[in-house]
């Protein structure tokens, strides 16, 4: 997760100029910043990031629902009763 997460991060903000989580990128391979008033921030996340807006949800739901078809749904159970476990300690 840990490397998604850092992988998202360098390619949104250094790739492709974006802001990760509100903190603005000063260089980018490409710069593909929405320009304000020319576009529709609520779908894009305006200057905080795309993980802002409406879009995002769907994104990551789609990627779940990617990852329970490849991986498949054994061992769900017994991992929910491991992280309950870890909790309640």
């Known amino acids: 997760g840990i490397g ?4 998202w991060n360098i390619f949104m903000g250094h790739i492709l100029g974006r802001s990760t989580s ?4 000063s260089c980018a391979v ?7 008033g020319k576009s529709f921030e609520c779908l894009h996340g305006g200057e905080f990031g795309p ?5 995002a949800p769907w994104a ?5 629902v990617l990852i329970l078809l490849f991986y498949g749904t054994e061992g769900i159970t ?6 309950i476990e870890f909790v309640l300690r």
Request: include cysteine; glycine fraction near 12%; charged fraction near 15%.
């Open 60 to 64: 990551y739901g789609f990627c779940m």
């Open 78 to 83: 017994e991992w929910r009763n491991q992280i």
């Open 4 to 7: 998604w997460h850092f992988g």
């Open 30 to 36: 490409f710069d593909v910043i929405p320009k304000p």
């Open 51 to 55: 993980e802002q807006g409406v879009l």
């Open 22 to 25: 509100g903190i603005p990128m």
